[in-house]
């Protein structure tokens, strides 16, 4: 199985500053169809997650375009630009390039 | 509008069997899989495995095989998951997804609020 590790495990941010949370892949994520199914979500306390960011960089419908993602090969990156208190969560990348699809363990976004 | 709807929080016992229930509106529901998955209490997001809407085709994560059953019922809509033999580390949220994929792209886009389902022994 394809392994996701994320970093920081935690992150406190100041309003209004930027963060960025990492994630890794043990393999590439290249699929059989040339692209890269690296995903990420974010899940708000007690509810499920949701949909942020596909194929590594494309921000879903209704995403604000404070939240980016980039990344290539097996080193990925979320990032929002102006952190606001709406943000709190928890951050999760998943790939979905190989059976079984795969989470990292998530990063906990707090306000300092 | 897209929803997936679930059934209700469930209590079994260990060994006892649960399905969950996944009612899907607002678009063809024979067009996207549905995937599983499932979160313990503090935990993060584990992938159980996905039926296909369409053919009934399924995929699970290998540590389930032999537990699990995913299905659908397209005259309602329906998916349903059920766990065989529960152990109190079965204790869990568990999301349905939709799988949304057009060509060369494939999203998890929409999920149902969650079943928790608890395993006491």
């Known amino acids: 199985d394809i392994v996701m590790t994320q970093t920081p495990l935690s992150s406190p941010v100041t309003l209004g500053q930027p963060a960025s949370i990492s994630c890794r892949s043990s393999?590439?994520?290249?699929?059989?169809?040339?692209?890269?199914?690296l995903s990420w979500f974010q899940q708000r306390p007690g509810q499920p997650p949701r949909l942020l960011i596909y194929r590594i960089s494309k921000r879903f419908s209704g995403v604000p375009d404070r939240f980016s993602g980039s990344g290539a090969g097996t080193d990925f990156t979320l990032k929002i630009s102006r952190v606001e208190a709406e943000d709190v969560g928890v951050y999760y990348c998943?790939?979905?390039?190989?059976?079984?699809?795969?989470f990292g363990q998530g990063t906990k976004l707090e306000i300092k | 509008q897209v929803q997936l709807v679930q059934s209700g929080a469930e209590v079994k016992k260990s060994g006892a069997s649960v399905k969950v229930s996944c009612k899907a509106s607002?678009?063809?529901?024979?067009?996207?899989?549905i995937t599983w998955v499932r979160q313990a209490p503090g935990q993060g997001l584990e992938w159980m495995g996905w039926?296909?809407?369409?053919?009934?085709?399924?995929n699970y994560a290998q540590k389930l095989q032999g537990r699990v059953t995913m299905t659908t019922d397209t005259s309602t809509s329906t998916a349903y998951l059920e766990l065989r033999s529960l152990r109190s580390d079965d204790t869990a949220v568990y999301y349905c997804t939709r799988r949304y994929c057009s060509p060369g792209t494939c999203y998890y886009d929409y999920w149902g609020q969650g079943t928790l389902v608890t395993v006491s022994s």
């Open positions: 607002g678009y063809t529901f024979t067009s996207y899989h």
């Open positions: 039926v296909s809407t369409y053919n009934g085709n399924t």
């Open positions: 393999q590439s994520l290249i699929h059989s169809d040339g692209n890269i199914h």
């Open positions: 998943m790939q979905a390039t190989q059976f079984p699809h795969t």
